[in-house]
């Protein structure tokens, strides 16, 4: 039984075969395909998520988002919302040892912004002078001073893709700009953050001081988060409590009511990815999987079919020679090789495909070495299970039948 | 070197009905005979080739091949027997679609010891004069091409005996004719013919006719004495 042989002939079956073939091998292809293209993005979207949320979250920080709900589940922003303050900052920092620093931060949501008549809806956000070094820098002008928090004054910080919405080419540094009807000067160009957490775009927005939003913009006393910077990250467990105990009795909540705030610290974050990965590394393989599945019913149907048609090429082959063994030899290596060949087909397109995604989406390209070695593990597994029952159909027939 | 000793065999169709295809059927054929077992459809002359061709056991009886009891053969013995000592030609030529002259009669050689041998196979296309078809698909050949080719194929493991069930059946006169031809010549090379046929005139070419008709063998006779007998 010469292997090598039986795969030639099977081979040159399936040239010879096309719109058969073609029909056998478009469940396979399309599942290896399907299963390389997700595991290819979902891996780069899963490393892109975990930079984003480390990039935020840093094992260093917490944020307070204000609004209870429930203690560890991700903000919900229910319950009153208006209860948390700088106050409350500033008495955190001063009780609480391990704390470093803390930013506050008000979300004011999209405002019409108006520069020379042209106007647009700009996310708005006010945050303190911390926020430089708790968040992100400026590329051009300065960042907001602590004299500029404490005055409530009217200066932004713009990111670029809202600059060039607004202001064209022109330098944003030093031109007035209204927000609702407020003026407001221009004193720093926020550096790039890319697509954020929540797919929103984070180069279209504008940076107010806290106070201002509060004051002139919103008319407000609360604040809607915080992030607040830890010296010890190993002591992040009691620092948590230590914020709560703080933060309940600031704000005069008895035993039986919930927290008014929400904490996410690094421990919840990797809850959260952990959460999310299981989409891209069980969900879609798992669908993946199903079609590649049907992909081996399907070329096992076909052979099934494929063997009856053959009746009388296998009892010819016993006549001249061939035991059972030998005919069951034939039809698993005729249909792995169609699975093989598929496999192949399919991780071919699926890592184009996944290329070319990744390339739209600005990312590097990377050979999916994994996926690739696991979908062609899985087509020839798949082969092998489809073809043992067609298999043995085709073994067990009798020569003296089907000569006649 | 073929000894049969009475065997009989029966088939049980579908809805119970028991078919008595062969009755104590006895027989001798030497090396290099051309023998000629001849009777009308339904005589038990197909189940008699199966049995000698080893392709079907009988259920009584003993059956000798080259001094050897093939009762105790196992299945895969018996395949191997086939591939080394017998060559088939059927009347429906059996060859195998999309598939060149060529790899049709490499098809023993691929279940032989020594392999496939692109040169054995050659020389039996030779033998039958379709040499440079040998790259021809199977539809492209004619009925008689077809059945050459066949006949290639029962000779590239060289074996003893040929074993051809109405070789002639499908064919035009003229190519079976040709066919026939072919057999004589192989059997004055040494080769042991035994022919399947109803057609007497096909049954003629060959030195011996057995006659069967209803699972027994009615007559064995020298074929001069057939023809002579039956007055043609």
Known sequence: MNVSHITAVALRGLLRNKLRSALMMIGVMVGVGALTVVTAIGEGAVKEVMAKIESTFSANNIVIIAGGGSRHGAAR???????????DLEALEARIPNIEMTGPSLRVGAKTVTYQGASRQVSITGYSEKAERLSRNVTRGSYFTRDDVEGSARVALIGEDAALELLGGTDP????????????????????????MHGTNTDD??????????????????????KLRVRDATQMGDTERAIERVLRERHELSTDRENDFSMITPVLVQEMVQESNRTFTLFLPLISAIAILVGALIIASLMLVSVNERRPEIGLRKAVGARSKDIQAQFMVESTTVTVVAGLLGLLAGVVASQIILGAQGKPPTLPWEAMSIGLAVSIAVGLMAGVIPARRAAALDPVETLR | MIETESISKSYTKDGGVTVRALHGASLTISKGEFVAIMGPSGSGKSTLMNILGLLDRPDTGAYRLDDQDVGSLSVDQLARF???KIGFVFQAFHLLPKTTALENVELPLVYAKGGVSHDKAKAALRRVGLEERAAHF??????????RVAIARALVND????????????LDTASGEEVMKIFAELHQQGKTVILITHDSDVAARAERVIRITDGEIISDQRSEEVLSATGE
């Open chain 1, 77 to 87: 922003g229910e319950g009153p919302t208006k209860t948390l303050t700088i106050a």
């Open chain 1, 173 to 196: 540094i030093g031109e007035q700009v209204r927000i609702g009807s407020v003026p407001f000067e221009i004193v720093g160009v926020l550096e790039r953050g890319g697509v954020g």
């Open chain 1, 205 to 226: 927005v504008i940076y107010v001081p806290v106070t201002t939003a509060m004051r002139r913009l919103m008319n407000a006393e609360h604040i809607s988060s915080a």
């Open chain 2, 82 to 84: 086939r591939n080394e």
């Open chain 2, 138 to 147: 199977s539809n492209e050949l004619s009925g008689g091409q077809q059945q």
């Open chain 2, 159 to 170: 074996p003893e005996i040929l074993f051809a069930d109405e070789p002639t059946g499908n």
